[in-house]
């Protein structure tokens, strides 16, 4: 079965950085989704960014410019990398895997909705302070 684990979260002031990573062990040769998603409390899971096995990528509109979702498939890691962050972006950060989703007018296609994502790891805490 896939395994999911996630690093890098931590605290840092409004405007900083952080890198989060992912290792991934148990997946097969083949076409798939990734995806970084967050968590607040009390409020819903959503979609951070996705990317797909040709590097295809698709990111929330709260994070475009910011964030840059990249992976390295010979170590079977994803990566997030967080610039000029926000105190709305405090959260719990999840990876995920999937597979490509379908629709009759996009086609084959990783999308935002975690409904999505079979495969989850436990998440890394992201505090970004004012």
């Known amino acids: 079965q896939v395994q999911l684990v996630e690093s890098g979260g931590g605290s840092v002031q409004s405007g900083g950085s952080l890198r989060l990573s992912c290792a991934a062990a148990?997946?097969?040769?083949?076409?798939?989704?990734m995806g970084w998603f967050r968590q607040a409390p009390g409020k819903e899971r959503e979609g951070v960014a996705v990317?797909?096995?040709?590097?295809?990528?698709t990111y929330a509109d709260t994070v475009k410019g910011r964030f840059t979702i990249s992976q390295d498939k010979a170590k079977n890691t994803l990566f997030l990398q967080m610039n000029s962050l926000k105190p709305e972006d405090t959260a719990q950060y999840y990876c995920?895997?999937?597979?490509?989703?379908?629709?009759?007018?996009?086609?084959?296609?990783?999308?935002?909705?975690?409904?999505?994502?079979?495969?989850w790891g436990q998440g890394t805490q992201v505090t970004v302070s004012s």
């Open positions: 995920a895997a999937g597979h490509l989703s379908y629709s009759a007018s996009a086609g084959y296609y990783c999308h935002l909705a975690a409904s999505g994502f079979a495969y």
């Open positions: 148990g997946y097969a040769y083949g076409n798939y989704c």
């Open positions: 990317i797909d096995s040709d590097s295809s990528t």
